[in-house]
């Protein structure tokens, strides 16, 4: 009984440790699967995690594209309604029909300004608050440059003390007398007898300017700016003002009897007459007003010159604002004047066509220039040198800047660029520079 008993409880033991083992193995089994799921999980957790990365990575992108283009388009609106205010300004001034005479408004609203923005010196463009630290708008350049008239509360006969006292050029040495001037003057690499020979056919055209009387239609202000425009504080005044000029044409003239000042006190008027026709700049001239108040000095080239010739009778005038030019048209009667610049006009012609030739292909390496002016109202004067920048103006027309001496007395004065054509003196940048007409 006892073995059968002992037997028995031997097999329940063998059984219930192959039952405990059996569950162990289950656990295992479990532990494993549970060990794989937990994994897998833990992978696929990993993956969103990456994936989640990858997604804000790409929304901060997106939100800083999107802060971008925000500043952009305020910049846009903010440029818009700058424009919109000079539209506005335009459309006040265009109503106001008694701040600004209409053809004034028309002379100075239909020249659009509208290509200078693709200038790269700064000074000529137009600061529409008047802070130089602020760039203009595209459609509204202008020049902050300042004209070089000589001004002359006492007249003509001022002239000279106001040669003497000059602070820009004491002294005049870089301004050559033109019976003195000779072919060692020139550049170095430019000794040539043919260019000496241009500048003196181009001296012989260049005349002095006087003016007296600063119109009262001058605007204050460039068009919708708040820069003044040249001598807008003179308006009205009856002070000398000179400058310079160049004869551009003389010919026949045909319609009715001369209008020369002789001719205008006297009984019987010259039938034949001759027109004269002189280039200078509008910041010299602005207007009719101005040119009827006009006279021209030829042959001043020395200071005690017997040939010296003034006309004073104004036939026509035209003018061109932003490109700083005007031209007048004299008359005379004086029939050897005319045969004597006639003369002139075409020995000119032939050494200007010459020297355009042959400076063409090295124009903008050598980059020789020169003027012909009448420095502070006094006797004609040579300067030579070098320009300096050459300015895209209204897509066809130049500006150049240039370090080449001038004086009160230059504005309007011709300068030649050896290949590149003949412009206008105008005046002077803030940095010093001249700069042409366009
Ligand atoms: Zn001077
Ligand atoms: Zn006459």
Not at 66 to 76: H, P, S, T, V
Not at 160 to 187: E, R, Y
Not at 357 to 376: I, L, N
Request: charged share 25%; net charge negative.
């Amino acid at each position: 009984m006892a073995e059968k008993s002992k037997g028995t409880t031997e097999e329940n033991c063998k059984e219930q440790t192959e039952a405990m083992a059996s569950a162990a193995y289950d656990v295992e089994a479990k532990l494993l699967e549970f060990q794989e799921d937990f994994i897998s999980e833990l992978h696929a957790a990993s993956t969103l995690m990456s994936n989640l990365q990858t997604e804000v990575h790409i929304l901060s992108k997106r939100t800083e594209e999107i802060r971008a283009n925000q500043e952009k388009l305020a910049r846009k609106v903010k440029a818009l309604n700058r424009k919109m205010n000079i539209i506005n300004k335009r459309m006040n001034t265009s109503s106001n029909k008694e701040t600004l005479p209409s053809q004034m408004q028309v002379d100075l609203m239909s020249n659009t300004w509208d290509t200078l923005h693709t200038l790269e010196v700064h000074e000529f463009l137009c600061k529409t608050t008047g802070q130089m630290d602020v760039q203009c708008v595209q459609d509204c350049p202008h020049i902050i440059g300042h004209h070089e008239q000589q001004i002359s509360e006492g007249g003509e006969s001022d002239l000279h003390q106001h040669l003497a006292d000059c602070k820009k050029n004491p002294g005049h040495t870089n301004f050559i007398p033109v019976d003195t001037f000779s072919v060692q003057h020139l550049p170095e690499r430019h000794q040539d007898i043919e260019l000496y020979t241009f500048i003196k056919a181009a001296a012989d055209l260049t005349v002095k300017i006087s003016v007296t009387m600063t119109s009262p239609r001058r605007p204050d202000f460039w068009p919708n700016t708040n820069i003044p425009y040249f001598l807008y504080s003179m308006k009205g005044s009856q002070h000398l003002r000179t400058g310079s000029g160049v004869v551009i044409d003389v010919f026949k003239w045909t319609t009715g009897a001369c209008k020369c000042h002789k001719c205008q006190h006297s009984d019987k008027r010259n039938i034949d007459c001759w027109k004269i026709q002189v280039n200078t700049a509008a910041n010299l001239v602005f207007d009719d007003i101005e040119a009827r108040n006009t006279y021209i000095t030829l042959f001043y080239d020395t200071e005690d010159s017997s040939n010296v010739v003034q006309l004073s009778a104004v036939e026509d005038f035209n003018k061109d604002i932003p490109r700083d030019v005007c031209r007048l048209d004299f008359v005379t009667c004086d029939r050897n004047l005319a045969a004597k610049l006639d003369l002139s006009l075409k020995e000119y012609y032939v050494c200007y066509n010459k020297a355009t030739e042959r400076y063409r292909a090295t124009r903008d390496e050598d980059k020789v220039m020169f003027h012909v002016s009448h420095p502070h109202g006094c006797c004609k004067r040579i300067s030579v040198g070098q320009w300096k920048d050459k300015i895209i103006f209204r897509n066809s027309f130049n500006r150049f800047t240039y370090s080449v001496a001038t004086c009160p007395g230059c504005s309007g004065a011709s300068v030649y660029f050896l290949g590149n054509g003949w412009h206008s003196h105008c005046g002077v940048l803030n940095c010093g520079l001249g700069y042409s007409s366009a």
